[in-house]
Nanobody, 123 residues
Framework: QVQLVESGGGLVQAGGSLRLSCAAS????????MGWFRQAPGKEREFVAA????????YTADSVKGRFTISRDNAKNTVYLQMNSLKPEDTAVYYC????????????????WGQGTQVTVSS
């Protein structure tokens, strides 16, 4: 089992920045990749970004490319999502997820999920 805890959400004005963190614990050695997803009110959950747990490789959704950056610190078992130039449409609950054997943008390939952190961008 892998436990994931997100932090760093909050209220920010449009154009501002936030950095989300996702701390992993438990059997992190079994993790192949980690991802960020988000769900806005009344909408389906959507992929934001993913990163391999070891080696190189990131994958970012077109909707946030150039504004959001995913990174990791293996020593701290933590994945980050740096969000710049935030827009009101980025308002959502952001979820961290871990996959045991895939590196994809499909949420059904992720095995473990955090509780989510709210990000609200005001105009």
């Amino acid at each position: 089992q892998v436990q994931l805890v997100e932090s760093g959400g909050g209220l920010v004005q449009a154009g501002g920045s936030l950095r989300l963190s996702c701390a992993a614990s438990g059997r992190t050695s079994s993790t192949y990749s980690m991802g960020w997803f988000r769900q806005a009110p009344g909408k389906e959950r959507e992929f934001v970004a993913a990163i391999r747990w070891s080696g190189s490789g990131t994958y970012t959704a077109d909707s946030v490319k150039g504004r959001f950056t995913i990174s990791r610190d293996n020593a701290k078992n933590t994945v980050y999502l740096q969000m710049n130039s935030l827009k009101p449409e980025d308002t959502a609950v952001y979820y961290c997820a871990a996959s045991r054997n895939r590196f994809t943008n499909y949420e059904n390939t992720y095995d473990y999920w955090g509780q989510g952190t709210q990000v609200t961008v005001s105009s």
